[in-house]
């Protein structure tokens, strides 16, 4: 089959189209035959090594020259090909999405999965449309509803609202009856008032940490300010999700996971709450986000569509351009 490979850290660059071997399906395991995977932050941090530390993790992602998967891509939409003995309630033929989790693999023509990461897809999504759910959507829908546990009438901030989990988060917060704030640039203002915010942001106008209002939850995906900053626009008790954060400025020692540590270090000493966000695939969540967007009240948000043989350009976007929404890859 034909896969995006790399064999060392490094830009897009070091991303090629080459002809790799075919997986095949463990017991546990479903072979999907791809029709569209999409980018993520994850692809780019991984690709290039950044931040440094996180090659020293030992978590089966990294590695000290190369990341330890080859192939780039976390989620993914397509067939089912085969299926693992022990695997039941998929078939040959049946149209699924799902996320492979950091080790990556789906920007390739096939993808072998654990069948707790598959769900049938959405059937009024096209594959493309799909692919853009997984990573980003969960990751909002565990932020939300699981770290935050949302109610009806909470103020919620989305901080970075116009990107690949931004989008989501607004769409949730709303489908929990949360009045939202959306902080994103001039530009896309317009994309999420149609996605159901209350009030915008201009980042380039205003700085939301120090305009005086206060939130129940705010949820970061840029990591554009200090700690004391967010926490500042947040209620004595209020909840503060880290999740993502950055654009490439050509390698960083810690990157975000600065901010994140010292959350953690100082989250047992505050009232507030400060969460990390750990997107964990799931099967069961994944049917969960089907069912919200069978019923229409979440929809994913498309900016660009590459081809597989153009996966290093979709990624080079996505690391330096602040797409908006989600980037998916053809295959």
């Known amino acids: 089959m034909k896969a995006i490979v790399q064999d060392r850290y490094g830009s897009p660059d070091v991303l090629e189209f080459r002809a790799v071997d075919t997986p095949v399906a463990d017991d546990d395991e479903v072979l999907v035959e791809v029709h569209a ?27 000290l020259r190369a990341p330890a998967s080859k192939i780039r891509g976390c989620d993914f939409a397509g067939r089912v090909a085969a299926t693992g003995r022990n695997v039941t309630g998929f078939e040959p ?21 654990p069948a707790g990461q598959v769900a049938h897809k959405p059937s009024n999504l096209t594959f493309e449309q799909a692919a853009a759910v997984p990573l980003a959507a969960n990751t909002a829908l565990i932020g939300l509803r699981d770290d935050a546990k949302v109610q009806a009438g909470q103020r919620v ?26 902080v994103c640039s001039t530009r896309n203002a317009a994309l999420v008032r149609d996605l159901g915010a209350d009030h915008v942001v201009d980042y380039t106008r205003e700085d939301f940490t120090r305009n005086g209002r206060r939130y129940d939850v705010l949820f970061d995906l840029v990591g554009n300010h200090s700690l004391g900053a967010f926490r500042r626009a947040l209620t004595p008790e209020g909840v503060f999700l880290l999740s993502g954060g950055g654009t490439s400025e050509g390698g960083s020692l810690v990157g975000p996971m600065g901010l994140f ?14 969460v990390t966000v750990v997107e964990v695939p799931s099967s069961a969540n994944l049917v969960a986000l089907r069912e919200l967007i069978e019923a229409g009240e979440i929809t994913p948000v498309i900016d660009r569509i590459y081809p597989l043989g153009e996966a290093a350009e979709a990624i080079r976007y996505v690391e330096r351009e602040h797409a908006r929404a989600k980037v998916v890859v053809t295959v």
């Open 37 to 63: 995977a999409s980018v993520n932050a994850a692809d780019w941090h991984i690709m290039r090594g950044d931040p440094y530390i996180a090659r020293l993790t030992g978590s089966g992602v990294g590695g």
């Open 93 to 113: 033929g049946d149209e699924v999405f799902g996320d492979l989790g950091p080790r990556g693999g789906t920007f390739a023509e096939f993808v072998a999965v």
């Open 157 to 182: 901030l989305i901080n970075g609202a116009s990107g690949g989990v931004g989008t989501f988060a607004v769409q949730l917060a709303k489908s929990y009856g949360a009045e939202v704030t959306a």
């Open 261 to 274: 540590v010292k959350a953690q270090l100082m989250a047992r000493f505050v009232r507030q709450r400060l």
